[in-house]
């Protein structure tokens, strides 16, 4: 039997290829700088959910994204590999959010998508490495959650999932639906597909539908598989004290550039116990381990 | 996170020439599928759309998948095991990606759910897995044989073999012999026929590239009694039903990610492809001359990466407190690498652009009459076709092979170690002038052409169009090179010795190939400045010494001297 399967991503900045322009002057993210792309590990998430879809056919993927009206090239870009549908998120109120708010809006909007079996989910975004959100939509909506995913198998109602640990991996069985937040370290996403990325090229959202020319406007209207959904708070039935600003108290006083360096060094005798306890009792006063 | 395609801006340039205008709209039958098929273009400008998308796609691919692979893949190699080729474990990887991808059966019709795209992208894909890895691109690019399938074969055989085919399923075509190398009309492997009509083949095919394909076309010996090649017939060998096996993998000096193989036949059922008897006069001549330009897109391919190779190390490496690009004997190895790629490729997509429009009005004669105004163009572009295969497939694989042997040259003493790609595109290079028939039979195939003046009617017609200011002192030089070419030729044919014009032909065809290559770049730089006229200056500079050295050789030879060539 086929599954229903939602898979969250993130449009972030390419933080991974930084020049000297990534970052502005008050120190928040020079957006214009960097290239919007698909968070990496919300890849490594659409990549099982393909591969769930591989193994279990009838299944669907409906992408969910929130961010900027441009955040529709996401559920396109899962489109052409295989997807299914998407929502994109977006809406002036919900911006400014924080990890908190930020999984209430989309817990809010997974109520609104209908029955499913497994949301999953990159990690982490690289534009805040947080790894929050994941497991606060699953705390929300009362589901279990697996983190740090290597691969999703699905049987008889259970999913059994390898996950990544500290040296190795272990394997465990959770009940459906739930929600699996999914590790770099998972197959890496497969390409786009020939013939997907010309039946979808045109899929849009209503605002950008309103922007086409009327021939392609009559394109869309003629090809349902070309809609793309476009929700607010509205659509959601959400909250406004918990969505946005009003619904982040993680408040950013500032962020700085931080230049490693060393400063300074001490040399230690190391077979003196005494002289090797003393460093680590530093240490961990400094917060450097511990 | 590379991109073969966005990368290169020289692919782009091609796939805007104003002759795609035409090409796709035949091969879209003026854009009547889209009612029919979600991934059709509704006009020119929606399929250049898709062209480009799907290039974008296959440079990705190629960029982070195949060419990460390619080291590894020559050094593990196919496996032989039971019989049959287990391929190394990045091919797989590979060839998985490009399924995903969707990239098999380009060329095909939609109908068999291939992408039904000229051959312009086809060919552009094969540059590009080419430059990735030049042996990937056999086990990939020998989806050109469905090509041979979709024009001769029946309807219920296209039916069953090519969705297979844009489904992934990979393919070979199996002609060569121990003894029927160049020679095929002396193919020995026999094809008899059962009671019941079945076909069954009995014999040992030699040096067939990805031989344990899962679907092959077989050249076999199908009328008893004959020796040449009216006797053979193309057969259709599914490896599902049996009957072959891989005697032994070849140990080759590149192309390691390609398994070539001895294949035993026995009892094997086949199925007979198009008609009998013309195995070798029809069949093979078509696929021999789509795997010859899909050679010429494995040289380009190999030569761009020499390019980057040689580019990349010249301005990392440091000595005498520089980088080694900055001294000019570098430098020119350098530029004269780039204006042989240059020259290389735009030969490559002229030829290209002429086949695609000679198959797509070949394709539409198959499903109505042609008008005559069509078939006049067809049997043009056919004629072009034909002779700029050869031309192509020898001068960019001549090519490809000096790129690499100045591309290693450019690395000095570490170009010589394992360590530097440059060592494996050396090896990789060498095939390319010999496989699909050597550059030496391309001669033989192009002398035709030499004699009935295609070549120069095309050049003529290349010195009437419109260039800029900027290229007219090459254009100028180009036209001394013609007119000293025709007093060449006159020279030759004056003996009055089919055989005197056969001595001489490997050196009219370069002096021809030296010509068109110039045109086409100063055309190109008069497009583009920026992106050629760097290339054209050096090609026409390159080529124009060239065209005097032979026009010399033969100018001075006396024609007795003949013999003391012919008498080892």
Same mark, same amino acid.
């Given at each position: 039997?086929?599954?229903?399967?939602?898979?969250?991503?993130?449009?972030?900045?390419? +933080?991974?290829?930084?020049?000297?322009?990534?970052?502005?002057?008050?120190?928040?993210?020079?957006?214009?700088?960097?290239?919007?792309?698909?968070?990496?590990?919300?890849?490594?998430?659409?990549?099982?959910?393909?591969?769930?879809?591989?193994?279990?056919?009838?299944?669907?993927?409906?992408?969910?994204?929130?961010?900027?009206?441009?955040?529709?090239?996401?559920?396109?870009?899962?489109?052409?590999?295989?997807?299914?549908?998407?929502?994109?998120? +977006?809406?002036?109120?919900?911006?400014?959010?924080?990890?908190?708010? +930020?999984?209430?809006?989309?817990?809010?909007?997974?109520?609104?998508?209908?029955?499913?079996?497994?949301?999953?989910?990159?990690?982490?975004?690289?534009?805040?490495?947080?790894?929050?959100?994941?497991?606060?939509?699953?705390?929300?909506?009362?589901?279990?959650?697996?983190?740090?995913?290597?691969?999703? /198998?699905?049987?008889?109602?259970?999913?059994?999932?390898?996950?990544?640990?500290?040296?190795?991996?272990?394997?465990?069985?959770?009940?459906?639906?739930?929600?699996?937040?999914?590790?770099?370290?998972?197959?890496?996403?497969?390409?786009?597909?020939?013939?997907?990325?010309?039946?979808?090229?045109? @899929?849009?959202?209503?605002?950008?539908?309103?922007?086409?020319?009327?021939?392609?406007?009559?394109?869309?209207?003629?090809?349902?598989?070309?809609?793309?959904?476009?929700?607010?708070?509205?659509?959601?039935?959400?909250?406004?004290? /918990?969505?946005?600003?009003?619904?982040?108290?993680?408040?950013?006083?500032?962020?700085?550039?931080? @230049?490693?360096?060393?400063?300074?060094?001490?040399?230690?005798?190391? @077979?003196?116990?005494?002289?090797?306890?003393?460093?680590?009792?530093?240490?961990? @006063?400094?917060?450097?381990?511990? | 996170?590379?991109?073969?395609?966005?990368?290169?801006?020289?692919?782009?340039?091609?796939?805007?020439?104003?002759?795609?205008?035409?090409?796709?709209?035949?091969?879209?039958?003026?854009?009547?599928?889209?009612?029919?098929?979600?991934?059709?273009?509704?006009?020119?400008?929606?399929?250049?759309?898709?062209?480009?998308?799907?290039?974008?796609?296959?440079?990705?691919?190629?960029?982070?998948?195949?060419?990460?692979?390619?080291?590894?893949? #020559?050094?593990?190699?196919?496996?032989?095991?039971?019989?049959?080729?287990?391929?190394?474990?990045?091919?797989?990887?590979?060839?998985?990606?490009?399924?995903?991808?969707?990239?098999? !059966?380009?060329?095909?019709?939609?109908?068999?759910?291939?992408?039904?795209?000229?051959?312009?992208?086809?060919?552009?894909?094969?540059?590009?897995?080419?430059?990735?890895?030049?042996?990937?691109?056999?086990?990939?690019?020998?989806?050109?044989?469905?090509?041979?399938?979709?024009?001769?074969?029946?309807?219920?055989?296209?039916?069953?073999?090519?969705?297979?085919?844009?489904?992934?399923?990979?393919?070979?075509?199996?002609?060569?012999?121990?003894?029927?190398?160049?020679?095929?009309?002396?193919?020995?492997?026999?094809?008899?026929?059962?009671?019941?009509?079945?076909?069954?083949?009995? &014999?040992?095919?030699?040096?067939?590239?990805?031989?344990?394909?899962?679907?092959?076309?077989?050249?076999?010996?199908?009328?008893?009694?004959?020796?040449? !090649?009216?006797?053979?017939?193309?057969?259709?060998?599914?490896?599902?039903?049996?009957?072959?096996?891989?005697?032994?993998?070849?140990?080759?000096?590149?192309?390691?990610?390609?398994?070539?193989?001895?294949?035993?036949?026995?009892?094997?059922?086949?199925?007979?492809?198009?008609?009998?008897?013309?195995? =070798?006069?029809?069949?093979?001549?078509?696929?021999?001359?789509?795997?010859?330009?899909?050679?010429?897109?494995?040289?380009? !391919?190999?030569?761009?990466?020499?390019?980057?190779?040689?580019?990349?190390?010249?301005?990392?490496?440091?000595?005498?407190?520089?980088?080694?690009?900055?001294?000019?004997?570098?430098?020119?190895?350098?530029?004269?690498?780039?204006?042989?790629?240059?020259?290389?490729?735009?030969?490559?997509?002229?030829?290209?652009?002429?086949?695609?429009?000679?198959?797509?009005?070949?394709?539409?004669?198959?499903?109505?009459?042609?008008?005559?105004?069509?078939?006049?163009?067809?049997?043009?572009?056919?004629?072009?076709?034909?002779?700029?295969?050869?031309?192509?497939?020898?001068?960019?694989?001549? $090519?490809?092979?000096?790129?690499?042997? #100045?591309?290693?040259?450019?690395?000095?003493?570490?170009?010589?170690?394992?360590?530097?790609?440059?060592?494996?595109?050396?090896?990789?290079?060498?095939?390319?002038?010999?496989?699909? !028939?050597?550059?030496?039979?391309?001669?033989?195939?192009?002398?035709?052409?030499?004699?009935?003046?295609?070549?120069?009617?095309?050049?003529?017609?290349?010195?009437?169009?419109?260039?800029?200011?900027?290229?007219?002192?090459?254009?100028?030089?180009?036209?001394?090179?013609?007119?000293?070419?025709?007093?060449? $030729?006159?020279?030759?044919?004056?003996?009055?010795?089919?055989?005197?014009?056969?001595?001489?032909?490997?050196?009219?065809?370069?002096?021809?190939?030296?010509?068109?290559? &110039?045109? =086409?770049?100063?055309? #190109?730089?008069?497009?583009?400045?920026?992106?050629?006229?760097?290339?054209?200056?050096?090609?026409?500079?390159?080529?124009?010494?060239?065209?005097?050295?032979?026009?010399?050789?033969?100018?001075?030879?006396?024609?007795?001297?003949?013999?003391?060539?012919?008498?080892?």
């Amino acid at each position: 039997m086929g599954l229903r399967i939602i898979v969250l991503a993130k449009q972030v900045p390419d +933080t991974r290829n930084v020049g000297k322009d990534a970052m502005k002057e008050d120190g928040t993210i020079n957006r214009a700088a960097l290239p919007a792309i698909f968070n990496p590990e919300d890849l490594n998430a659409l990549e099982q959910a393909l591969q769930l879809k591989d193994a279990h056919p009838g299944s669907t993927i409906t992408l969910l994204t929130m961010g900027l009206p441009r955040s529709a090239e996401m559920v396109r870009e899962s489109l052409y590999r295989g997807g299914d549908d998407g929502v994109v998120l +977006t809406d002036r109120p919900l911006g400014g959010a924080d990890t908190l708010a +930020t999984s209430y809006s989309l817990a809010q909007a997974i109520r609104h998508m209908g029955e499913f079996d497994i949301i999953v989910g990159g990690r982490q975004a690289i534009d805040g490495d947080t790894a929050q959100v994941g497991p606060q939509i699953a705390e929300k909506l009362g589901l279990p959650q697996v983190t740090y995913a290597e691969s999703i /198998q699905v049987a008889d109602g259970k999913a059994t999932i390898k996950r990544r640990i500290e040296r190795g991996f272990e394997t465990v069985e959770c009940p459906l639906p739930l929600v699996v937040t999914v590790n770099g370290s998972a197959d890496a996403c497969r390409p786009r597909n020939a013939r997907l990325i010309q039946k979808y090229k045109y @899929a849009v959202t209503p605002s950008e539908k309103a922007a086409l020319p009327a021939d392609r406007q009559a394109l869309v209207d003629a090809r349902p598989y070309l809609a793309i959904k476009e929700w607010g708070v509205k659509e959601i039935e959400a909250d406004p004290e /918990q969505i946005g600003m009003p619904g982040s108290p993680t408040k950013v006083k500032t962020i700085v550039n931080v @230049a490693f360096q060393a400063k300074e060094a001490r040399r230690i005798d190391a @077979a003196a116990d005494a002289e090797l306890e003393g460093l680590v009792k530093e240490l961990i @006063a400094d917060h450097i381990i511990g | 996170m590379a991109n073969f395609y966005t990368d290169n801006k020289a692919l782009q340039y091609h796939l805007r020439h104003p002759l795609m205008k035409q090409i796709v709209a035949l091969r879209e039958r003026d854009y009547t599928q889209s009612e029919k098929f979600d991934y059709a273009p509704l006009d020119f400008e929606d399929a250049m759309d898709s062209y480009e998308r799907v290039l974008d796609i296959i440079g990705e691919v190629c960029g982070d998948i195949i060419a990460p692979n390619a080291k590894d893949v #020559d050094l593990e190699g196919p496996h032989h095991e039971n019989g049959r080729v287990r391929y190394a474990k990045g091919t797989e990887v590979n060839l998985k990606a490009l399924n995903q991808a969707g990239l098999m !059966g380009i060329t095909l019709p939609r109908q068999y759910g291939g992408l039904n795209m000229s051959s312009i992208p086809y060919i552009m894909a094969a540059d590009m897995v080419s430059r990735a890895d030049a042996g990937f691109v056999n086990v990939w690019g020998l989806q050109d044989c469905a090509e041979t399938i979709n024009e001769f074969a029946s309807e219920d055989q296209k039916q069953r073999f090519l969705p297979r085919t844009c489904k992934g399923e990979t393919l070979a075509m199996d002609l060569t012999e121990p003894d029927a190398g160049s020679d095929l009309q002396s193919v020995m492997l026999k094809a008899t026929q059962d009671e019941d009509g079945t076909w069954r083949l009995n &014999g040992v095919k030699r040096f067939i590239t990805n031989g344990d394909g899962d679907i092959s076309l077989v050249l076999a010996r199908s009328e008893e009694g004959t020796r040449d !090649g009216r006797g053979l017939s193309m057969f259709i060998y599914d490896k599902r039903d049996g009957g072959m096996t891989v005697r032994r993998i070849e140990d080759k000096m590149g192309i390691h990610g390609s398994p070539t193989c001895e294949l035993v036949f026995k009892n094997a059922k086949a199925e007979l492809c198009g008609d009998r008897k013309l195995g =070798l006069i029809k069949y093979v001549m078509s696929l021999m001359n789509g795997a010859r330009l899909g050679i010429a897109a494995q040289s380009v !391919g190999v030569s761009e990466a020499a390019y980057q190779e040689a580019i990349a190390y010249a301005r990392s490496r440091e000595q005498f407190g520089k980088a080694i690009i900055n001294f000019p004997a570098v430098s020119e190895m350098i530029a004269n690498i780039k204006a042989k790629l240059d020259a290389s490729r735009t030969l490559l997509y002229e030829c290209t652009r002429f086949v695609d429009m000679y198959k797509s009005l070949e394709a539409i004669s198959r499903e109505r009459t042609l008008a005559p105004e069509e078939r006049k163009t067809m049997k043009a572009y056919n004629r072009l076709a034909d002779a700029f295969t050869p031309l192509a497939k020898g001068m960019t694989s001549e $090519f490809c092979n000096q790129n690499a042997y #100045d591309c290693v040259q450019i690395h000095g003493g570490s170009g010589f170690m394992r360590d530097y790609a440059c060592e494996r595109i050396y090896r990789d290079a060498r095939i390319t002038s010999i496989y699909e !028939g050597t550059t030496q039979l391309q001669v033989v195939a192009a002398i035709r052409h030499v004699t009935t003046g295609t070549y120069l009617n095309q050049i003529k017609e290349y010195a009437a169009r419109e260039y800029s200011e900027a290229v007219a002192p090459m254009r100028a030089k180009l036209e001394a090179m013609t007119a000293l070419y025709e007093e060449t $030729f006159a020279k030759v044919q004056a003996v009055e010795d089919p055989e005197y014009i056969t001595f001489h032909a490997r050196r009219l065809v370069e002096m021809l190939g030296h010509i068109i290559m &110039g045109y =086409l770049l100063i055309g #190109d730089a008069s497009n583009e400045p920026d992106l050629f006229m760097d290339s054209a200056k050096v090609y026409v500079n390159m080529g124009e010494a060239e065209v005097a050295r032979h026009a010399r050789f033969i100018g001075n030879f006396n024609p007795a001297d003949q013999a003391a060539y012919m008498r080892q």
